[in-house]
């Protein structure tokens, strides 16, 4: 019975090595494709969306402020 638990005992891993199970590979495989494409999309909206507003236009305020007001006064 000695040399089995010899060869169990040689059997083991290290505690110092961070080690990470073959199970969750696909999880962080599955988890990096939906950071990198939200990522991906964030910026294309950012960039290239022409509709967005990101800082003030004081033209573009006043003259719809102007608007709603005498649309206001119309009715």
Do not use: C
């Not at 089995?4 to 990470?20: C, D, E």
């Amino acid at each position: 019975m000695r040399p089995s638990q010899y060869l169990f005992n040689a059997a083991k891993k290290s505690s110092s090595s961070f080690s990470i199970p073959v199970e969750l590979t696909p999880l962080f495989v599955a988890m990096g494709v939906a950071v990198a494409s939200a990522s991906w999309f964030t910026y294309k909206k950012f960039a290239h969306d022409g509709s967005l507003r990101l800082t003030r236009n004081p033209q573009q305020s006043h003259k719809d402020v102007e608007t709603y007001v005498q649309e206001a006064k119309k009715d």
